[in-house]
């Protein structure tokens, strides 16, 4: 069973919303069970021009999808909560956005999936969230733990706590 996390982000339409059914989308997989799930942080967009601010979080889940897969079904979720799949990778508004963070301690790229996400440790809207349920976590490439890479973070990235936005599936 894999351990991995999972980048979610909405900042179009009901964001909450959008989120919860995202997680239950997943939580309702037979391969797949999310077992924690940050609480959620509020970010101005980050290289991208908009007025729409972001809900963002991680999850972490367990699964026996092989990444590519779980990266498949991930596509599927935003997909069908509203994002078109040509938008995928672009810096657009979006309903829905799911990456893989981290997948055991797996460092590899293919077209389309590079574990672990290569701009994960150079933003808070990861860092806070993976340090609020992972927090001994060490970033198998930079072998650095969470919390060091964001004391040691120059980023001018807006960001603030959602006082009670705990998801429970």
């Known amino acids: 069973m894999a351990e991995v996390f999972i980048g979610f982000g909405s900042n179009?339409?009901?964001?909450?919303?959008?989120?919860?059914?995202?997680?239950?989308?997943?939580?309702?997989?037979p391969k797949i069970s999310v077992a924690k799930v940050s609480p959620l942080y509020e970010t101005e967009p980050?290289?991208?021009?908009?007025?729409?601010?972001?809900?963002?979080?991680?999850?972490k889940i367990q699964t026996v999808l092989l990444p590519l897969k779980l990266a498949s079904f991930l596509n599927e979720v935003e997909e069908k909560l509203g994002r078109p799949q040509n938008e995928k990778g672009q810096k657009l508004d979006r309903t829905l956005d799911l990456d893989i963070l981290f997948y055991n301690d797996l460092i590899f790229s293919?077209?389309?999936?590079?574990?672990?996400?290569?701009?994960?440790?150079?933003?808070?809207?990861?860092?806070?969230?993976?340090?609020?349920?992972?927090?001994?976590f060490e970033h198998p490439y930079h072998k650095v733990r969470l919390n060091e890479m964001l004391a040691s973070l120059n980023s001018s990235e807006k960001i603030k706590a959602c006082p009670n936005s705990t998801i429970s599936l």
């Not at 964001?15 to 997989?29: E, K, T």
């Open 12 to 29: 179009l339409g009901d964001r909450l919303n959008n989120i919860r059914q995202a997680l239950q989308m997943l939580n309702d997989h």
């Open 110 to 136: 293919v077209p389309g999936l590079t574990v672990p996400h290569p701009q994960a440790h150079r933003r808070k809207f990861v860092l806070l969230p993976m340090l609020e349920i992972a927090p001994d």
């Open 46 to 59: 980050v290289e991208m021009k908009s007025s729409h601010k972001f809900l963002n979080g991680v999850a």
